[in-house]
Every structure is written in structure tokens, then in C-alpha cells.
Nanobody, 128 residues
């Protein structure tokens, strides 16, 4: 069992930045895929970014490419999502998720059913 705790959400103006953190604890051996998803009110949960630790490669949804950066600090058991140039449409609850298979990162579109463990989410609101 893996526990994930997200933090770093908040209210930011359009064009601003936030950094989300996800601390992973528990049976963390060999969790190769760590992803960020988001869910806006009335919408499906969508994959934003994924870190494939088996090959140290990152993946991004088209909507956030060039603006968001995912990174992983193994010493701190933490995965980050740096979000720059934020837009109102980025407003959502952001969730961290992990899976023991690196292939969870490698689908054309991140699929929430491929991830076993989830955090409770952190709210990000982009508004002036």
C-alpha cells in the first residue's frame, strides 16, 4: 500500500505559477509511474503529466506542454508539478497517482484506470 499526500494548491492570477508537491510513503519500492491528473467541476478526470522512473522520461498532455514540468526527488520521496503561465482553464482539483508499472505512463492518453494509488487532491484556482 502506498500513501500519497498532495500540497501546494491555491489561488493564483492568470499568468502566474504554482508548484504542487506529492509526498509518497508506504511500500514505495519499484513504483515506476507517478502521474498528475486533474478534475474540473462537471468534467472527467484527465491526465496532465507522468514521470516514468524506469527510463527517467516525462510525458505531458498537449494542453500543458511547454507550461508544466514534472520532476521527482527520490531522496525526498516527492514528485513535483511546476505549473507556469497558468490559465483559468487550468482550474481543477489536482491529484497525484502512482503505479508499479512504467507502462502506465506510456499510453497515448493517461488512463486513470492504470493507476492503483491516489492522493486526496489539492485545489488549484486560476482567477483574476
Amino acid at each position: 500500500q502506498v500513501q500519497l499526500v498532495e500540497s501546494g494548491g491555491g489561488l493564483v492570477q492568470p499568468g502566474g505559477s504554482l508548484r504542487l508537491s506529492c509526498v509518497v510513503s508506504g511500500n514505495t519500492a519499484d513504483y515506476y509511474a507517478t502521474a498528475w491528473f486533474r478534475q474540473a467541476p462537471g468534467k472527467e478526470r484527465e491526465g496532465v503529466s507522468c514521470f516514468d522512473n524506469s527510463v527517467r522520461r516525462t510525458y505531458y498532455a498537449d494542453s500543458v506542454k511547454g507550461r508544466f514540468t514534472i520532476s521527482r526527488d527520490d531522496a525526498k520521496s516527492t514528485v513535483y508539478l511546476q505549473m507556469n503561465s497558468l490559465k483559468p482553464e487550468d482550474t481543477a482539483v489536482y491529484y497525484c497517482a502512482t503505479d508499479h508499472s512504467p507502462y502506465a505512463c506510456r499510453t497515448p492518453v493517461l488512463d486513470r484506470s492504470n493507476f492503483d494509488d491516489w492522493g486526496q487532491g489539492t485545489q488549484v484556482t486560476v482567477s483574476s
